[in-house]
């Protein structure tokens, strides 16, 4: 089956940092991947589309200048979280456009912004 | 926009016994896809089943089957045989159908089933 790993799996920073983290496809190749953000206890709601050589189209309401995102290659995109604040801490997830379509999703990340 | 709704934060059935959780969303589109997610307390997203809009027939996965209901729009997820592994968020979610499905998933807000013993 078609696997999307994402790193790190967890990450604590200190305020005003930057994170980033990344989500690959790892045996096929994903020329659309998407971004989540799921608080606890809550949806996933989604933040941007990332395209293969091109910018991210972002939904309404997120920062693009907080959120960078980029997907260099079709097996890579990588979510930077800029000057991370408290409020920034959440669960992060990725998925990737496969085959017929179908959405696969990587396991995750955790943000702590202390 | 698209809207998905659960009406039911939180289900509880007993191991064996057969649960429907209920989803009804909004959209002015009439092609798309509908979606069921599990998420385990491990939060791996798993999808359980999935509906074409276009398809009159019910999809079904051993156990589980939904009942889609296109001019109520209406989407519920029915589990016979409920088990314990079963436990876990259940996201219902939509998908256009636009861009040759290209587009990202809106979710509803999940409902938490618990199996009891």
């Known amino acids: 089956g078609a696997v999307v790993s994402q790193h790190p799996s967890r990450v604590i920073c200190k305020s005003g940092t930057s994170v980033k983290i990344e989500c690959r496809s790892l045996?096929?190749?994903?020329?659309?991947m998407f971004w989540y953000r799921q608080f606890p206890k809550k949806s996933l709601m989604l933040m941007a589309t990332?395209?293969?050589?091109?910018?991210?189209?972002?939904e309404q309401g997120v920062e693009k200048d907080k959120f960078l995102i980029n997907h260099a290659s079709l097996t890579l995109s990588t979510l930077t979280v800029t000057s991370a604040h408290p409020e920034d801490s959440s669960f992060y997830i990725c998925?990737?456009?496969?085959?017929?379509?179908?959405?696969?999703f990587g396991p995750g990340t955790r943000l702590t912004v202390l | 926009a698209q809207t998905v709704t659960q009406s039911q934060p939180e289900m509880s059935v007993q191991e064996a016994e057969t649960v429907t959780l209920s989803c009804t969303y909004d959209?002015?589109?009439?092609?798309?896809?509908l979606f069921w997610y599990k998420q385990p307390p491990s939060r791996q997203m798993i999808l359980v089943i999935r509906?074409?809009?276009?398809?009159?027939q019910n999809a079904t996965e051993n156990r589980f089957s939904v009942n889609f209901q296109k001019a109520a729009k209406s989407f519920s997820l029915k589990i016979s045989d409920s088990q314990l592994g079963d436990a876990a968020m259940y996201f219902c979610?939509?998908?256009?159908?636009?861009?040759?499905?290209?587009?990202?998933?809106?979710f509803g807000k999940g409902t938490h089933l618990i199996i009891q013993p």
């Open positions: 998925s990737a456009s496969g085959r017929a379509n179908e959405q696969f």
């Open positions: 045996d096929f190749q994903a020329t659309t």
């Open positions: 990332s395209n293969e050589g091109s910018k991210a189209t972002y």
């Open positions: 959209t002015s589109e009439s092609d798309y896809y």
């Open positions: 509906q074409e809009a276009y398809k009159q």
């Open positions: 979610a939509y998908r256009s159908a636009s861009r040759g499905g290209a587009d990202g998933l809106t």
